[in-house]
Nanobody
Framework: QVQLVESGGGLVQAGGSLRLSCGAS????????MGWYRQAPGKQRELVAV???????NYADSVKGRFTLSRDNANNTVYLQMDSLKPEDTAVYYC???????????????WGKGTLVTVSS
C-alpha cells in the first residue's frame, strides 16, 4: 500500500560524500515520520536520522555534523546528504516511514529494500 524507493548508495572513499534519496508512493493519507536506518554486517539495525511531520529532525550521535536529512513534503521524499564518510558508515541503509494509508485506521511503518553504502579506507 506504501512503496519506498531508495537510491544513491555506492562505493566511496573515506572522507567522501554520498546522497541517498527515498520517495514514498501509494495510498498515503499522511506521513508521521520518515527517515533512514542502517545495518552493518553482524550488527543490529540502528537509527541514522529521522524527520517528523512537525519538522523535528533527530540524528544518531555518530552522524551528527556529517549527515543532513532534508525533505520534500510535496513529493513525499527525503534526502540524506552524507559527508565526511568513514569506513564505519559502511552498511545497508534502509528508508522507513510511518504513515497513515487512506482508508486505514492508525499509522503503519513501511520499510524500503535498502541500499548499500560502502566506504573504503
Amino acid at each position: 500500500q506504501v512503496q519506498l524507493v531508495e537510491s544513491g548508495g555506492g562505493l566511496v572513499q573515506a572522507g567522501g560524500s554520498l546522497r541517498l534519496s527515498c520517495g514514498a508512493s501509494g495510498r498515503i493519507f499522511s506521513i508521521n515520520s520518515m527517515g533512514w536506518y542502517r545495518q552493518a554486517p553482524g550488527k543490529q539495525r540502528e537509527l541514522v536520522a529521522v524527520v517528523t511531520s512537525g519538522g523535528n529532525t533527530n540524528y544518531a550521535d555518530s552522524v551528527k555534523g556529517r549527515f543532513t536529512l532534508s525533505r520534500d513534503n510535496a513529493n513525499n521524499t527525503v534526502y540524506l546528504q552524507m559527508d565526511s564518510l568513514k569506513p564505519e558508515d559502511t552498511a545497508v541503509y534502509y528508508c522507513k516511514t510511518i504513515a497513515k494509508v487512506t482508508g486505514d485506521y492508525g499509522n503503519t511503518q513501511w520499510w524500503g529494500k535498502g541500499t548499500l553504502v560502502t566506504v573504503s579506507s
